[in-house]
């Protein structure tokens, strides 16, 4: 017995010296966060500025010293807008990774996401497609408002707005699309509204002319277009073209400089929602004003324009992964994943309160309605408004 006590010492000693796990991770290994986004593909725009977002969060978190004394490495894949390659490139990352970022395509995002729940990887989805947590998965949790979130809150402003009858056209190929379509169906009669004209259309569709003959037929007061990429800006330039007086609702995936640069001055006046982070200028001084402009300002200074709704989802995502790993004291991925159901954190997209049966965190009540007024979204009177209560009941 005598003659073991050395030998154990020494085991104790070499384990410290890894950092106390016996796997043989040492302390200063990197804490390595997979990102799976769109680099190529038609959803290149979106996916690139989460990139750039996510980036900038792991820069910033490791000019701080890191996380549990480790710096943080990115592994980042291209799904190529794609779900099939989705699926290819978190197999790839998925043995070195300790949690995940994106995709931000929905379709890409619900290929890769029954693959992490298996694995039992901690995964934070950039897409706001409803189906990703409904019903729940325990290692599954979105970053974005929900499709349904934009659509009851779109409901909200357009009864305040006194509109009772509308029109909807969605991307029949888009889950997104279709996910923001069924809920705003659904949840019409609770707002009194009525929908005459329901129309579905392809991501591919380049003429959205029959769409607006049918608007311009029918009783609708606004026209709510459910689209990402391509069709969000050829949709607009075709409304404008087509002298349609109905006004044209555009959800936040039209939220950016993709949108608003090919707009030009034909976007004036236009109505587009948005996060609340995106007009975080507009809000008044608080902590959420100020978790905005730590992530607003610098990014604006790297990249010479404003962060677009979708880094704003993958700054969010980074920051909630951050602190779930303060919080577990841990890479443990169960660890990670109990320490997200229990998180309440203000972020530049509003205040998450995940829980074991809501795997979204946000409400409507942090999703912006907007003007464009100069090349710039503008809350509306109405949404000022309600962020000013949201901001300041959330603290």
């Not at 804490?31 to 900038?56: H, M, Q, R």
């Not at 931000?104 to 950039?126: C, G, H, I, T, W």
């Not at 329901?198 to 459910?226: C, G, I, K």
């Not at 841990?330 to 205040?351: C, H, V």
Request: glycine share 8%.
């Amino acid at each position: 017995m005598r003659r073991l006590l050395p030998s154990l010492a020494c085991m104790v000693l070499a384990l410290a010296a890894c950092g106390g796990n016996p796997g043989g991770s040492g302390a200063q290994d990197p804490i390595k966060v997979g990102l799976v986004v769109s680099l190529t593909g038609n959803y290149t725009p979106l996916g690139s500025e989460d990139k750039k977002a996510v980036e900038l969060a792991v820069e910033q978190v490791n000019a701080q010293g890191g996380l549990l004394g480790r710096k943080v490495e990115l592994v980042t894949r291209d799904d190529k807008t794609a779900p099939d390659q989705g699926i290819v490139a978190y197999n790839q990352i998925k043995g070195e990774i300790d949690a995940l970022i994106g995709p931000v395509f929905s379709n890409s995002a619900l290929a890769v996401e029954p693959l992490a729940q298996r694995d039992k990887m901690p995964y934070l989805s950039l897409a706001p497609a409803q189906e990703q947590v409904e019903p729940i998965k325990s290692y599954i949790f979105v970053t974005p408002a929900l499709s349904s979130m934009y659509a009851e809150r779109y409901l909200q402003y357009i009864q305040a707005q006194g509109i009772k009858t509308i029109a909807v056209g969605w991307d029949s190929k888009s889950a997104y699309s279709v996910s923001g379509h069924k809920s705003m169906v659904e949840l019409a009669p609770k707002y009194s509204v009525k929908i005459a004209v329901d129309e579905p259309y392809e991501t591919t569709n380049s003429d959205f002319s029959a769409m607006f003959q049918h608007v311009r037929d029918s009783a609708a007061e606004a026209l709510v277009f459910w689209g990402s990429g391509a069709p969000g800006v050829t949709a607009a330039k075709q409304y404008v073209a087509s002298g349609l007086k109905t006004p044209l609702f555009l959800t936040a995936s039209q939220a950016s400089k993709l949108w608003l640069e090919p707009m030009g001055s034909a976007s004036e006046g236009m109505t587009v929602q948005s996060a609340i982070g995106v007009v975080g200028d507009h809000l008044p001084a608080g902590k959420q004003k100020q978790i905005i402009d730590q992530m607003a300002k610098p990014y604006q200074q790297k990249h010479g324009y404003p962060p677009p709704q979708f880094a704003q989802d993958g700054y969010s995502a980074s920051l909630l992964l951050f602190e779930a790993i303060r919080k577990a004291n841990s890479t443990d991925k169960t660890k990670i994943q109990q320490a997200l159901e229990s998180m309440d954190l203000i972020t530049p997209n509003g205040r998450f309160r995940y829980s074991p049966t809501d795997h979204s965190g946000l409400s409507p009540e942090f999703i912006s309605v907007n003007t464009v007024q100069n090349g710039q979204f503008v809350p509306t009177d109405w949404a000022k408004e309600q962020l000013t209560k949201t901001v300041t009941a959330s603290g």
